[in-house]
T-cell receptor, first 114, second 116 residues
Framework: AQKVTQAQTEISVVEKEDVTLDCVYETRDTTYYLFWYKQPPSGELVFLIRRNSFDEQNEISGRYSWNFQKSTSSFNFTITASQVVDSAVYFCALSEDYGQNFVFGPGTRLSVLP | EAGVTQSPTHLIKTRGQQATLRCSPISGHTSVYWYQQALGLGLQFLLWYDEGEERNRGNFPPRFSGRQFPNYSSELNVNALELEDSALYLC???????????????FGPGTRLTVL
């Protein structure tokens, strides 16, 4: 069965600090997809990134970077030089095959203080 | 391009009543997903519709049901409302492309259902 664990329930940082959000997943499939979503206070989930199980390259997009390590079943998300606007709940998610089992982690609430 | 839309934004019902929530996917998307986000419980998968058929449902009682219309819009019905049904209900859509086994889901703003 699939499972996504985000051990950090809440994180608080001061603006300009770097912060890493952890995501550990479980799956028996060899083909799967990992996602990160952001849910700002407005409530609407915003897609950040998708990674398939065959692509272990790390990715950087501006201040965001993702570290995918199959050996540890982790897909961690780092925000560099955090800003107040980064305050949100961040969800890691896993899908095996065609989206019929799309599982979200419990989310990590990030508060960036000015 | 218009995003996923949901209506109503807020819905207030009393225990025992029925609620109907609506979702319009992004144009060209054939799959619609429904999620419940209750306070402190994270996102729970409810239902998945694709091409008018229910493809999968989460661990929810039968009083949670829905359908997908020929234009791919969808409706979620919750019968015999209970207090614990109070939550944000999110709808998401994704395209189905031949030969691609998965695409990301695009979420709507949600309907906040309050059961009194």
């Amino acid at each position: 069965a699939q499972k996504v664990t985000q051990a950090q329930t809440e994180i608080s940082v001061v603006e300009k600090e770097d912060v890493t959000l952890d995501c550990v997943y479980e799956t028996r499939d060899t083909t799967y997809y990992l996602f990160w979503y952001k849910q700002p206070p407005s409530g609407e989930l915003v897609f950040l990134i998708r990674r398939n199980s065959f692509d272990e390259q790390n990715e950087i997009s501006g201040r965001y970077s993702w570290n995918f390590q199959k050996s540890t079943s982790s897909f961690n998300f780092t925000i560099t030089a955090s800003q107040v606007v980064d305050s949100a709940v961040y969800f890691c998610a896993l899908s095996e095959d065609y989206g019929q089992n799309f599982v979200f982690g419990p989310g990590t609430r990030l508060s960036v203080l000015p | 391009e218009a995003g996923v839309t949901q209506s109503p934004t807020h819905l207030i019902k009393t225990r025992g009543q029925q609620a109907t929530l609506r979702c319009s996917p992004i144009s060209g998307h054939t799959s619609v997903y429904w999620y419940q986000q209750a306070l402190g419980l994270g996102l729970q998968f409810l239902l998945w519709y694709d091409e008018g058929e229910e493809r999968n449902r989460g661990n929810f009682p039968p009083r949670f049901s829905g359908r997908q219309f020929p234009n791919y819009s969808s409706e979620l019905n919750v019968n015999a409302l209970e207090l614990e049904d109070s939550a944000l209900y999110l709808c998401a859509s994704s395209p189905r492309l031949a030969g691609v086994s998965y695409n990301e889901q695009f979420f709507g703003p949600g309907t906040r259902l309050t059961v009194l």
